[in-house]
């Protein structure tokens, strides 16, 4: 064994890049550049990039798991096997939550149902403080049930007491998710203290500086008269942003976009925010 490769020799193991589908405005904000033509331009990858581990952090009640959820029906509902390693919500929760989704987008249910397996760390102990315990369960569902994606909500709930290992515990579950070939879904929580611009969680800056990409989503609320115009909201509402604050493994679009959660409780991406306010938009139409 030498220790090294030479750049040729990682070809046959070099992934293809393209998108997995999240069906929301976030498939269009990712992108590969090409040559057509002898020009280089611009090509959407059509949803987060193919074997990566995209982290979606922000503070409570910011949508994370709405996104995250959202992903693991449509890929359900697509023909895809997901793992879902649910830390917060206790299953019969999640069960009720994704078959909601699933109706809205008009996709077929047994289908979903048969598609995710479904791991309900929140109620066992071993899984949430015992890693090798939790990647064990995690290996035995990939392998006998051939999944292609994994979504973790929330990360942040398997280091709770212990930050200084944070990033040692997400360093692991990266690796591990790269070794079985999952395009991966960490959602994490920051405290409301942190900077909404920052893409810090819990356990500090250890999330977003392992994964490949980091989601941040965001909400504010309309507190003054020059917001209020501004937004075109009124005062005490609530304006709510996403944006990617960084990937490794794609270009994408940096700005913040508007979005909302609907009455039915799915995520809509409306526009960048520049051109939302330029257009003097309003959640659900014009003000």
């Not at 193991?13 to 589908?21: L, S």
């Not at 503070?59 to 890929?75: C, M, N, R, W, Y």
């Not at 023909?79 to 649910?86: A, I």
């Not at 212990?162 to 994490?188: D, H, P, Y």
Request: with cysteine; hydrophobic share 40%; net charge positive.
């Amino acid at each position: 064994m030498t220790g090294y490769f030479l750049l040729k020799d990682l070809k046959k193991n070099a992934p293809k890049i393209f998108g997995i589908p999240t069906r929301t405005k976030l498939d269009e904000m990712f992108y590969m550049i090409v040559k057509e033509d002898g020009k280089w331009v611009k090509k959407r990858l059509g949803g987060i990039p193919h074997l990566s581990i995209i982290n979606i952090t922000g503070i409570p009640d910011t949508g994370k798991s709405i996104l995250a959820e959202q992903f693991a029906v449509v890929q359900a509902g697509s023909g895809y096997r997901v793992l879902f390693v649910t830390v917060e919500s206790p299953a019969n929760f999640l069960y009720t939550s994704l078959k909601q989704k699933v109706e809205v987008l008009g996709l077929d249910f047994g289908d979903v149902e048969e598609n995710i397996v479904v791991i309900d760390a929140s109620q066992n102990p071993e899984l949430r403080e015992n890693m090798k315990s939790l990647l064990d369960t995690m290996k035995y569902a990939i392998k006998e049930r051939k999944t292609t994606n994994v979504i973790i909500d929330s990360v942040t709930g398997l280091y709770e007491h212990k930050e200084m290992m944070a990033r040692q515990i997400v360093r692991v579950i990266f690796n591990f998710l790269k070794k079985w070939k999952q395009t991966g879904v960490l959602v994490s929580q920051k405290r409301s203290s942190q900077g909404s611009e920052t893409a810090e969680a819990a356990g500090g800056l250890a999330v977003a500086h392992i994964v490949d990409g980091t989601v941040i989503m965001d909400k504010r609320i309309v507190e003054t008269k020059w917001e209020s115009n501004l937004y075109g909201l009124d005062l005490g509402e609530v304006i709510r942003l996403i944006r990617i604050d960084g990937c490794r493994l794609a270009p994408h679009d940096s700005r913040s976009w508007v979005f909302e959660i609907t009455d039915h409780g799915l995520i809509n991406i409306i526009s960048p925010l520049n051109e939302f306010v330029k257009r003097g938009e309003k959640y659900g139409g014009n003000r």
